[in-house]
């Protein structure tokens, strides 16, 4: 089945430094998704991506789908200690009842 | 609007309990979605409604059963709550899965099974 590789699993970084995270597959996607997970709660979307080559900004946050659909990063600028928690890509294949495939979750650590 | 309801937010169930998952949404959404997650994975989606009266299987379906009586409810039902089933437990909506499509997530129930 489709899977997603995302790295890195865990980062631990001072306030203020800049973050990047990736997903990958070898399955072509239509659509990628990037949530935030806090402890406890369900997952929120930051960016949605829907065009090969999109990028895409959300305040500090930025996003790309990559050119050959099968990859995207996040990029989150300056980063402040509420940006701590679990960040997930996942991808979406028309026609398939939209189901979300997603990655393992990068654990963001922010030490002010 | 509350968006994506969950009920119970957390449950503790002995070996061989049965017990129903709620799930509602406001948002008049055809799409809905359970999924399960486990420390250091993704969400695995368990089943999933195109609409009213329609159920399918995702990924891991297996000991789970739902059901999609009313556009805005999906039930996920366990008939017999093994320990390799504690897990956090999320439902999610979206229009129709189609082009920019998102899906939205309720804030999840954790169920421990003894």
Redesign the interface.
């Known amino acids: 089945?489709q899977q997603?590789n995302?790295s890195p699993?865990s980062m631990f970084i001072q306030e203020g430094e800049d973050v990047s995270m990736n997903c990958t597959s070898s399955s072509i996607f239509?659509?990628w998704?990037w949530?935030k997970q806090d402890p406890?709660?369900?997952?929120?979307?930051l960016i949605?991506l829907?065009k090969a080559g999109e990028l895409t900004s959300n305040g500090r946050l930025t996003a790309q789908f990559g050119i050959t659909r099968k990859d995207s990063f996040l990029n989150i600028s300056a980063s402040i200690p509420s940006d701590v928690g679990i960040y997930?890509c996942?991808g979406?294949i028309?026609n398939?009842?939209?189901?979300?495939i997603?990655?393992?979750?990068t654990e963001l650590s922010v030490k002010p | 609007n509350a968006g994506v309801t969950q009920t119970p937010k957390f449950r503790v169930l002995k070996t061989g309990q049965s017990m129903t998952l709620l799930c509602a949404q406001d948002m008049n959404h055809e799409y809905m979605y359970w999924y399960r997650q486990d420390p250091g994975m993704g969400l695995r989606l368990i089943h999933y409604s195109v609409g009213e009266g329609t159920t399918a299987k995702g990924e891991v379906p297996d000991g789970y059963n739902v059901s999609r009586l009313k556009k805005q409810n999906f039930l996920l039902g366990l008939e017999s709550a093994a320990p390799s089933q504690t897990s956090v437990y999320f439902c999610a909506s979206s229009y129709l899965g189609q082009s920019q499509e998102t899906q939205y997530f309720g804030p999840g129930t954790r169920l421990l099974v003894l």
């Open positions: 089945g997603l995302q699993q239509n659509t998704l949530y406890g709660e369900g997952p929120v979307l949605a829907y997930f996942a979406l028309y398939q009842g939209g189901k979300l997603f990655g393992q979750g």
